[in-house]
């Protein structure tokens, strides 16, 4: 345990000397606080202007956080593998273990630093501008920004431990993040048409239930896990930033997954695995999963 302290704090302080991550941080702080201050400032917004201008935020938190996180993440031990530097680190006490999850704690603190920044600017901003401070709605905000941070680290981190070169390491973190963010809700559209046989959008005009499988598989998204897991303790409901490819009337925002699972308004019951406090345990494993597989191919790899 000792050992893989000294490697969070050495890839902590290593990292934070990254101009990258300064750069990261103000973009970060900088999208934030402007969706925050354009939404108080809108005169033709409708319904209570701070939920709005929480909803908003979390916006360019959910776009931004996944490509922060891989930038800041791809290069953990692929970096020290092409150098060279990889053997003379592991001719010490830290073992491979020690290295991998040093590396992945040491990246998180790093990521969670701009995560951190953002809603204290916000939080200041909020306090200037509308006399108050949503602590109530931030703080869960802020641990899910901080579980989401981390989904993307451990995906970051494992694809450097498992290949050779830097290369192959961005080319993957950043079709890992097309697919999550920009292709999911297409593949899910095609998926839903060779299983259904028609287009959700052209499912008709009323209001009916939605296949379960089409629930659990827009769940598993770890940033559709974050929206539902937020919503559970935010006043606003929280909308996941990925393209709305899978739109319909029945789309959340527009009902409830309850009432999206039974087609029927004003429904409240939904198996266990629906409901938005899953979105923690979804969010745990995309987590673990990513690192379990990245340790165990980088605990036998040949350095």
Same mark, same amino acid.
């Given at each position: $345990?000792?050992?893989?302290?000294?490697?969070?704090?050495? /890839?902590?302080? /290593?990292? #934070?000397?990254?101009?990258?991550?300064?750069?990261?941080?103000?973009?970060?702080?900088?999208?934030?606080?402007?969706?925050?201050?354009?939404?108080?400032?809108?005169?033709?917004?409708?319904?209570?202007?701070?939920?709005?201008?929480?909803?908003? $935020?979390?916006?360019?938190?959910?776009?931004?956080?996944?490509? +922060?996180?891989?930038? #800041?993440? &791809?290069?953990?031990? #692929?970096?020290?593998?092409?150098?060279?530097?990889?053997?003379?680190?592991?001719?010490?006490?830290?073992?491979?273990? /020690?290295?991998?999850?040093?590396?992945?704690?040491?990246?998180?603190?790093?990521?969670?630093?701009?995560?951190?920044?953002?809603?204290?600017?916000?939080?200041?901003?909020?306090?200037?501008? =509308?006399?108050?401070?949503?602590?109530?709605?931030?703080?869960?905000?802020?641990?899910?920004?901080?579980?989401?941070?981390?989904? *993307? %680290?451990?995906?970051?981190?494992?694809?450097?431990?498992?290949?050779?070169?830097?290369?192959?390491?961005?080319?993957?973190?950043?079709?890992?993040?097309?697919?999550?963010?920009?292709?999911?809700?297409?593949?899910?559209? +095609?998926?839903?048409?060779?299983?259904?046989?028609? &287009?959700?959008?052209?499912?008709?005009?009323?209001?009916?239930?939605?296949? %379960?499988?089409?629930?659990?598989?827009?769940?598993?998204?770890?940033?559709?896990?974050?929206?539902?897991?937020?919503?559970? =303790?935010?006043?606003?409901?929280?909308?996941?930033?990925?393209?709305?490819?899978?739109?319909?009337?029945?789309?959340?925002?527009? =009902?409830?997954?309850?009432?999206?699972?039974?087609?029927?308004?004003?429904?409240?019951? !939904?198996?266990? =695995?629906?409901?938005?406090? &899953?979105?923690?345990? +979804?969010?745990?494993? *995309? +987590?673990?999963?990513?690192?379990? !597989?990245?340790?165990?191919?980088?605990?036998?790899? /040949?350095?």
């Amino acid at each position: $345990m000792r050992t893989m302290a000294t490697v969070v704090r050495k /890839d902590f302080s /290593d990292s #934070v000397r990254s101009l990258s991550l300064w750069v990261a941080t103000l973009l970060l702080v900088a999208a934030a606080c402007a969706v925050y201050l354009f939404v108080w400032g809108a005169q033709d917004i409708a319904g209570p202007r701070l939920e709005t201008g929480i909803l908003s $935020m979390t916006f360019p938190l959910q776009f931004l956080i996944g490509l +922060i996180a891989l930038l #800041v993440g &791809f290069g953990a031990i #692929v970096g020290e593998r092409t150098t060279g530097s990889i053997k003379i680190l592991l001719g010490l006490p830290p073992t491979r273990r /020690d290295v991998f999850l040093g590396k992945f704690v040491g990246r998180f603190l790093v990521i969670a630093v701009p995560i951190a920044v953002t809603f204290l600017a916000v939080s200041v901003l909020s306090l200037v501008t =509308y006399g108050e401070v949503p602590i109530a709605d931030f703080a869960p905000l802020l641990l899910g920004a901080l579980l989401l941070g981390a989904v *993307w %680290t451990s995906i970051a981190v494992s694809f450097s431990a498992v290949t050779e070169s830097r290369t192959r390491v961005i080319a993957a973190c950043l079709s890992v993040w097309l697919v999550l963010v920009v292709l999911w809700e297409i593949l899910l559209t +095609i998926l839903y048409y060779i299983v259904e046989g028609t &287009f959700p959008e052209a499912a008709g005009p009323d209001f009916v239930a939605e296949p %379960t499988w089409v629930l659990v598989l827009q769940r598993l998204n770890p940033i559709e896990a974050f929206a539902f897991l937020s919503s559970e =303790y935010v006043e606003p409901m929280i909308l996941p930033a990925l393209f709305p490819f899978f739109v319909g009337e029945q789309r959340w925002g527009e =009902y409830t997954t309850a009432e999206r699972y039974h087609g029927q308004e004003g429904a409240t019951e !939904i198996p266990f =695995y629906l409901e938005g406090e &899953f979105g923690a345990v +979804i969010l745990l494993a *995309w +987590i673990v999963i990513p690192l379990a !597989i990245g340790y165990l191919r980088f605990r036998s790899v /040949d350095l």
